[in-house]
């Protein structure tokens, strides 16, 4: 399975190993939107594992002389690239390429869709606090649900194994039919929160106020931030996380974040072993099978 | 000869393997203007050889504090960097360069001067295409040939192995005494095509119509653009190629960027190998040669 | 000791060699300032040395979503990461960072106050230049000392291995109190120079003229400007430094820079072989040592 796979790696990368596994595999790294902890881990995972990764941004591209994505893309591809990583603010942009590229595509975050090895990052690190069993367990989902990516990546792989997941955020920020990806809405963080065996606070976009989609951040803390005082809501052993880059003090207090409950930085290291799982795993199925039997990609699909 | 070198290594690249040849070289890769496939394949080659590439662009650099494209590379050459492969607006950049550096320099496109490497590869395409023998085929440049370093690089290299040339664009994008080149004008693209082994259309860049010197993309598609009808003009077996990054249905149509005829994606793949050859070309040289005995640069000089 | 290491260093990238020495160890290349020597040097050295690195700019990273610097770090040393070189324009950034993150942390300059690794490339060119001798020994630094993080490094190794230092610059560019660290102040260059074993011009930034601080690029030429003229008052055997980007006929005269006594470019190429050394020892360190048992960084606190 992928996160014990995951958690083989976790070990290499922790005793600082590097392996020959991804060897003459070239890995293109196509970000389009701004990315500190996924664009770092996968080139970490790419070179750890011994493969040849190459950036591709809009800036310094020939998509600034007009070139669509499929072609720029296409054009490195041919290039003898098996793996791209795509960033794109357009939601299914990864499963639009996945369909066109002779190669294989992870989705690194596409618009407000989905974020898949953020999700997968995020149910190792549950994994872990939970020892091994989801059943039963409930995590409260806090914040900007309409545009978090992560958040329904998360929610898709929870649903899966068996937890039960509770949402909660301001009207504005949660979509229409929520409920339908299986989740409970309740009416104020104080109740996602009660009983909870974790917690995961969403980043608040400034851009959010000037839509005035929130009040202000200092409202937005007071009403729907994840402060100590909430955290004693939970379970004695619940952890709280956050998919960063997180806003101290807005979406979550300071104290919280560098508290013994805290796990963020858990999911970081996660995600780095992720990432290598997700290569690895991607490249094995290029090098197996022709293009015509490649499954089914990572990313998913947006409903038309 | 360095063709056979790119085949043997495209023949590499195709099976995913990488190789130790240039192990301990390092190169750098100062691209001054935007680029792609050239970037892209070059840092490609570097590492699949073993070396070790370094990027430099204008933002980032001492050249936002007001250093010259000189000193700037002297600097980095003087950490013991081996090859040099820049690409520059100005025409005669790689030269003046390759004179004054104690390093091998690669011109990786110069102002509107020349692209060798492009032109290795259209070569290499084309002698696939035409089964070896360039004597007695003809090919047709259409479109912007005054600001062409592709077709002026291209029309070099067949001229010398026996090819024959026909240009045609619209006066205004077509450099007086072309023919001094050793190529025929047709007067329209059908003429220019027509029993051709080969067209080579080149980008229109939209700034053109800004200067006024075509009209718009639609009338320069109607009257100079590759389409399918035109391409019936040709051999049966003449084949379509363009350097990228293509503006689909301006200079040339998508179903024949996409058709049986188009060699575009084989390009770009050749270009992979092209590049693999000419880093290991210039790294021998430095290797087995004093700085005083470094023979002609690929690029070639500016006449004053 | 550090300087003989890098000879070491030295003679391995003369030869084009690589090694291993740092096989697996991650290094985050963190500029959030423009740099050519510095960065490439760094990212040279690493990939000589086998390291993995990873490079990290403000613009493209979550920083532009608002995180803080040190969140932004810890994030990427949750990956594994072992050593981070920082170049940051506060002055006490990198101090800052090796208080609170559990990573070796390299400074690669922090705002006007210290450039440690260009300070060891300075005091190698001159160990050289001097046989190995630095008592009795005494060098001029001209020009703008007030905002020169390169002065400050060097003159604080130069005085702790015997050296004495002559500054000379415009009233509006010499710190007041700066005797306290133990150098004179010449009135002149000409009296800064006479009979010294060396010279530093210091570069001068154009926005000093925008502050008044200099009246222009001509007036400071004629009155501080380093020239022949000026080194022929030093000893005969004396030698020109400038730490670069220079501004050529401007701090210093074209002839100068590529004159006989100039070791501008040796400087650039011990540059190259001190970060080597860094790395290395940096690289030791952490894996001697558990965090809490860490040395002193190479950075230099700020008194508060």
Redo the contacts between chains.
């Keep these: 399975m992928l996160l014990d796979r995951a958690v083989h790696y976790r070990a290499m990368?922790?005793a600082?190993?590097?392996s020959e596994a991804l060897?003459?595999?070239?890995v293109?790294l196509a970000?389009f939107e701004?990315?500190?902890?996924t664009?770092?881990?996968f080139?970490?995972a790419a070179?750890?594992l011994g493969a040849?990764p190459?950036m591709?941004?809009a800036q310094?591209?020939?998509?600034?002389?007009?070139?669509?994505l499929l072609?720029?893309l296409?054009?490195?591809v041919?290039?003898?690239?098996?793996l791209v990583v795509v960033r794109h603010r357009a939601a299914g942009a990864a499963a639009y390429l996945a369909r066109h590229l002779d190669a294989g595509v992870i989705n690194a975050g596409d618009g407000t869709h989905e974020h898949p090895t953020q999700g997968l990052l995020d149910l190792l690190t549950l994994r872990d606090a939970w020892h091994g069993r989801f059943e039963g367990r409930r995590i409260a989902i806090v914040g900007d649900l309409a545009h978090s990516r992560v958040a329904r990546s998360a929610m898709f792989g929870l649903r899966t194994l068996g937890a039960s997941v509770t949402v909660a955020g301001p009207a504005t920020l949660l979509p229409a039919g929520i409920e339908a990806f299986g989740c409970e809405v309740a009416p104020s963080v104080e109740q996602a929160m009660r009983g909870a065996d974790a917690v995961m606070a969403l980043?608040i976009?400034?851009e959010r106020m000037e839509q005035s989609l929130i009040p202000s951040t200092h409202e937005y803390a007071r009403v729907w931030g994840v402060n100590a005082e909430r955290v004693e809501l939970m379970k004695p052993d619940a952890v709280v996380m956050h998919p960063?880059?997180?806003?101290?003090d807005v979406e979550i207090t300071s104290d919280v974040v560098d508290g013994p409950r805290s796990v963020i930085?858990?999911q970081?290291?996660n995600?780095?072993a992720v990432r290598c799982a997700v290569l690895e795993r991607c490249a094995q199925g290029r090098r197996a099978l022709t293009a015509a039997e490649w499954p089914e990609p990572l990313s998913v699909e947006v409903p038309e």
Excluded: H
């Design positions: 990368v922790r600082g190993r590097v060897r003459g595999v070239a293109c970000f701004d990315s500190t902890r664009r770092v881990s080139v970490l070179q750890r040849i190459v591709l941004f310094g591209s020939s998509m600034s002389k007009g070139e669509t072609d720029t296409r054009t490195v041919s290039m003898k690239v098996d980043r976009q400034r960063g880059p997180f806003n101290r930085w858990r970081v290291e995600g780095a």
